[in-house]
């Protein structure tokens, strides 16, 4: 609470009481010259209380002996403020209430003012960080190391790396034991991760105790790993849930990598190395490969060689075999540290000593955050070849398991400058930078990847977007003051889940193609159906359609079915919504059938109307221009044609054979639907009944000179009929 408002309120129960120093008192009495500063009254106040305060120090030294006022001097300081207004009532029955009083406030105003804040009550708080780890009384600050437990090695950070191949992609977070705090603020930390459901993280950020403003604002986030391990997770657990199937993948022939990713003692090299009691990540993979491998000696031969390097200050070296830095080259676009010693392995316990070997090499210094800090990434590589015979073939298998302890990010301090340590700091930050840029890049898809910036990158290269299988385990702190550094691991795990590795690339790819082909022959049976159900529906509306097994699609609409299933447009529907796509594709197709065939029937119906008006109008012609020609002979041609017809119809139903004057005289049974243009020598051919273009068989058969001709106003006008 601020000062301000306390010492304001000090004054006014003095006041209230009518006993305070303030009415007594010759500094409070006189009005103050600057009495509308605040700060002046603050002052005026304190200086009557101090007087006040002596005053009564002497009173009560003069009737109770110097003993006794020290002793309660002692016990009034203990009491809070809040405390003070409640004791004033049971100070009341006794001679000293006022004194008493006085004191009091005195004391309450003496310790908000002035008191160090080591002497405020520890504030209870449930969000207390617990720690996972038992904190030893030995232990520095920000220190959780346990000398001794790393693998019986002096050297406390050390990597080991076992072969594994897994399907698992994505980073795993662990929760661990807090690793930045420092002493009184380790106290104080709350709990500012929450794991549910073994998945989820949910991050919580606290408002910093001195900022009064924001003091109950809580920000979170959340985030979705395919583990999550709250620290009461066995190393056993850890190693099953994340990198035992790589070991499997190896063994048939995939890489894979696991790599720890997390602040300076946010538990890498626990996790990856562990201690004799607890063992890694590493130690159990190579246990669970070498009994892998002895399951399987009938089955072939295996070989198991490893390498173990590190990269310190931007330079690789060899920890099996320490010499000269080695150098980066690049084989079959593979990045490779060439001379990097090869062992060969026959048993766990082989490979044990060299990692041994090698940690000892490695380059680990006690830092502020972490007693035994290792100061550079470890890379403990280890290739498995399987040979066998298959038909006479001998068949070979490589796998290459990388276990990669990476070395923490770390804040940068002004004192570190220009130390040892600190261009260590520089070079680990900025070597993973180059890790996070890459991560980036390859989560936005970019065409170039900067694996150059960094030869962490580099050995990185394959793993992170090669044809690998790769587990990020991300190592957090629980504690709320390493809540930047556990936000920044998380975040860039985050990111880090989004990459896709070219092996599961691959490996998606050919899934889904084997589902895209099953949905391919499924859509071309539907579409074919569709289709034969649209020509059905056309060839014969009033026909239901017939089932596919009897239909036989035309190539030209075999030919649309492929276009439309190579553009795609099949696999544009979800499988929900498929069936419910193709019925409402059947429906359209019913629907411009129908449309159709309205069409064909209006046209028909006008064109039927068209040649009843013309023969109207031929008709009218007759009558009105017949004046030259007698009565008996229109009537004839009239009645001869009705006749005709008659005649016609008879003969035919007589099967009788036409001869070419009946022909002429009397027109087809079509006759009446002849049109205007039927009558002339150049009349537009007409639709046969079976599709092809013909001439008006009248037009044709028709001499010149015949009476139906004159009656066609422009042969008339031609012949000057008219
Ligand atoms: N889950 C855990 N259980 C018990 N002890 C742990 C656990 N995690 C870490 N520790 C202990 O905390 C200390 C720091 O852990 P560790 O050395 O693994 O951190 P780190 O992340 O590798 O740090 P750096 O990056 O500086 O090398 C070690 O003494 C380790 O034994």
């Not at 290269?461 to 809540?483: E, H, P, Q, R, W």
């Not at 239901?544 to 529907?573: D, E, M, W, Y």
């Not at 221009?625 to 009537?635: H, L, M, Q």
């Not at 005709?644 to 099967?655: C, E, I, N, Y």
Request: proline share 5%; with cysteine.
């Amino acid at each position: 609470m601020p000062v301000s408002t306390r010492s304001q309120a000090a004054p006014a129960r003095h006041g209230g009481d009518g006993t305070g120093a303030v009415d007594r008192g010759p500094a409070t009495a006189a009005p103050a010259p600057g009495a509308h500063n605040h700060h002046h009254g603050l002052k005026e106040k304190l200086r009557a209380l101090t007087l006040d305060y002596e005053e009564h120090k002497k009173r009560v030294a003069a009737s109770q002996g110097g003993a006794a006022a020290r002793q309660h001097r002692h016990s009034v300081r203990c009491l809070k403020a809040e405390e003070v207004a409640n004791d004033e009532n049971s100070a009341e029955a006794d001679g000293e209430g006022a004194n008493r009083r006085h004191h009091d406030a005195f004391a309450a105003v003496l310790r908000e003012n002035v008191a160090p804040p080591q002497a405020q009550a520890p504030s209870k708080n449930n969000h207390v960080v617990p720690f996972v780890r038992p904190k030893e009384p030995q232990e520095k600050e920000n220190v959780g190391c346990r000398p001794g437990n790393v693998m019986s090695c002096p050297i406390k950070k050390t990597v080991a790396v076992l072969p594994a191949a897994s399907m698992l992609p994505a980073p795993a977070a662990r929760k661990l034991s807090l690793g930045g705090a420092v002493g009184g603020k380790e106290a104080k930390s709350k709990s500012c991760v929450k794991i549910v459901n073994n998945k989820d993280v949910y991050l919580t950020e606290f408002a910093s105790e001195n900022d009064y403003l924001r003091l109950k604002r809580v920000r979170g986030r959340h985030f979705c790993f395919d583990s999550a391990f709250p620290d009461s997770t066995t190393q056993a657990d850890v190693y099953s849930t994340s990198a035992a199937d790589l070991v499997e993948g190896v063994l048939q022939g995939r890489n894979g990598t696991v790599f720890c990713y997390g602040a300076t003692g946010a538990g890498k090299t626990y996790t990856m190395l562990g201690t004799m009691e607890n063992p890694g990540v590493m130690v159990l993979a190579i246990k669970d490969l070498f009994s892998k491998v002895r399951q399987r000696s009938y089955d072939g031969n295996h070989s198991i060689q490893l390498s173990y390097l590190e990269i310190y200050n931007e330079t690789v070296r060899d920890l099996l075999s320490p010499g000269r830095p080695l150098h980066l080259r690049e084989d079959k676009q593979v990045i490779v540290a060439a001379g990097l010693t090869h062992y060969r392995a026959y048993s766990t316990d082989e490979v044990m000593d060299k990692l041994q070997q090698g940690n000892k090499n490695r380059t680990t210094e006690p830092t502020r955050a972490n007693e035994t800090s290792s100061r550079s990434h470890a890379i403990l590589q280890v290739i498995v070849e399987y040979r066998c015979m298959d038909g006479g073939n001998i068949v070979t298998r490589v796998g290459k398991l990388s276990l990669i302890d990476l070395a923490g990010s770390e804040r940068a301090q002004a004192t570190d400058q220009h130390t040892q340590r600190s261009i260590e700091g520089a070079n680990i930050n900025r070597s993973l930078l180059a890790l996070s840029n890459c991560i980036n890049a390859l989560v936005e898809g970019k065409k170039h990847i900067p694996y150059r910036n960094s030869k962490l990158t580099q050995l990185l290269k394959d793993s992170l977007g090669g044809y690998c299988n790769t587990v990020m385990i991300a190592n957090i702190s629980l504690s709320s003051i390493s809540f930047g550094e556990t936000q920044n691991t998380l975040h860039w795990a985050d990111r880090a889940k989004e990459i896709k590795t070219k092996a599961k690339l691959v490996l998606e790819l050919q899934r889904e193609n084997s589902v895209l082909r099953e949905q391919l022959v499924k859509q071309q049976q539907k579409l074919l159906t569709v289709q034969a159900q649209s020509l059905a529906a056309n060839s014969s509306p009033q026909q239901s359609p017939a089932p596919l097994s009897h239909v036989v699609t035309p190539c030209s609409t075999q030919q649309k079915v492929k276009r439309s299933i190579l553009a795609g447009n099949c696999f544009s529907t979800p499988d929900s919504k498929r069936s419910a796509a193709d019925n409402a594709q059947v429906r359209e197709l019913q629907r411009k059938v129908r449309t159709l065939e309205a069409e064909i029937e209006k046209m028909k119906k006008e064109h039927i109307l068209q040649v009843k008006q013309k023969d109207e109008f031929i008709r009218d012609l007759i009558n009105r221009k017949g004046s030259n020609c007698d009565a008996a002979t229109v009537e004839r041609k009239v009645v001869t044609r009705a006749s005709l017809r008659k005649a016609q119809r008879d003969a035919s139903a007589a099967g009788e054979l036409r001869s070419p004057s009946h022909r002429f005289t009397s027109p087809a049974p079509t006759a009446k639907k002849r049109t205007f243009w039927d009558f002339g020598g150049n009349s537009p051919s007409v639709l046969a009944a079976n599709g092809r273009k013909t001439r008006s068989h009248v037009a044709e058969q028709t001499p010149k000179k015949a009476p139906s001709m004159l009656l066609q106003p422009g042969f008339a006008r031609e012949r000057g009929i008219n």
